[in-house]
């Protein structure tokens, strides 16, 4: 598959059905890295978030369903044995309907707030007075939906088996995660995020310190970040942090890094916070961003170019737009 594809396929499958996500959570594979890639979703402002497969919870709701299904899905094939994709779509409606510790909802719900209608009548009676074919194809129909029903029934027993022996699997070697509380420092992994220094090798390891912010759950935790990140999601697992030593020095401060990984371009010079986006206009063919920066509070126009790690400020500008044109024809 070419990345071309790849776009094709986001149109017909996604976009026409749900339009444009905020952001797409993928490995890094060569599609996803693909300059095309890039250009098509910094165009359409969608979020990039590439994330390293060989860490389950890297990329955490992701990796546990695709590991799930897994298992799931193995023991549905070892039930339907030939023709198991026939009856794919109903392995993956049961799926889609199970109910989700992590999000307390079905994927269903998730999607539409609502449930799907899954029930199964009596079967119908041939007519009165049928012939031999008309009464073969009733018993046919009917037929065809019992094997519905005693698969799903199959496919409900495996889930609950599937879910008992992954959480089994995954707290076997499972050390406990270290407990932060709020205000506590911790240094940040770079390893998720991309730097325009061209040795990865020799860049900073972690950001940092950064002070935690809230808890979520038990395994990650909100950071206060600093303008340079704040276009960036500031949920992180707890593997991708490390606790910052009180003192590493008696008599010393710890003092906060600032040469971190994104706050400098290709040419050295250090990238500004945008507090907002104002407006927009086509210059002598050049889109451009009317800019209000955060730490000057300086108003300027900038290329498209100019503006980057701003997919989040470009996303509430277009919305903010469109709210306003709305209003103005409504009155």
């Not at 890297?58 to 044995?81: K, P």
């Not at 270290?178 to 090798?201: E, H, M, W």
Request: neutral net charge; hydrophobic residues 40%; contains cysteine.
């Amino acid at each position: 598959m070419t990345t071309a594809e790849l776009a094709d396929l986001f149109i017909q499958h996604v976009y026409k059905l749900y339009g444009l996500p905020d952001c797409i959570v993928s490995d890094r594979g060569n599609l996803f890295v693909a300059e095309f890639w890039k250009a098509v979703c910094t165009r359409l402002c969608v979020d990039l978030s590439l994330l390293l497969s060989y860490h389950l919870e890297t990329n955490g709701q992701t990796e546990i369903s695709n590991a799930f299904a897994a298992q799931y899905l193995q023991m549905y094939v070892d039930f339907t044995q030939k023709d198991w994709e026939d009856w794919l779509a109903l392995a993956e409606f049961a799926a889609n309907n199970v109910y989700n510790k992590a999000t307390k909802m079905s994927p269903f719900f998730a999607n539409s707030a609502q449930h799907p209608r899954m029930s199964f009548g009596p079967p119908r009676p041939p007519p009165l007075h049928a012939s031999a074919m008309i009464r073969k194809a009733n018993e046919l129909g009917n037929n065809f939906v019992n094997q519905m029903e005693e698969i799903l029934g199959i496919l409900k027993e495996n889930i609950i088996n599937a879910n008992a022996r992954y959480e089994e699997q995954t707290n076997q070697n499972r050390t406990p995660a270290p407990a932060y509380r709020v205000g506590d420092l911790v240094f940040l992994s770079t390893r998720n995020i991309d730097s325009p220094r061209p040795a990865k090798k020799l860049d900073n390891k972690y950001l940092g310190p950064l002070k935690i912010k809230s808890p979520l759950g038990t395994h990650a935790y909100r950071l206060e970040l600093p303008d340079e990140l704040q276009s960036f999601d500031n949920s992180f697992h707890t593997s991708l942090l490390q606790p910052a030593p009180e003192n590493v020095f008696p008599g010393q401060n710890l003092v906060q890094d600032t040469g971190t990984t994104i706050m400098v371009d290709d040419y050295g010079e250090k990238l500004w916070a945008i507090d907002k986006l104002l407006n927009c206009r086509r210059h002598k063919g050049v889109y451009q961003y009317q800019v209000k920066w955060r730490s000057t509070e300086e108003v300027t126009w900038e290329p498209l170019k100019n503006v980057v790690f701003a997919s989040k400020a470009i996303r509430e500008f277009e919305e903010e737009f469109l709210a306003k044109r709305d209003l103005q024809r409504r009155i």
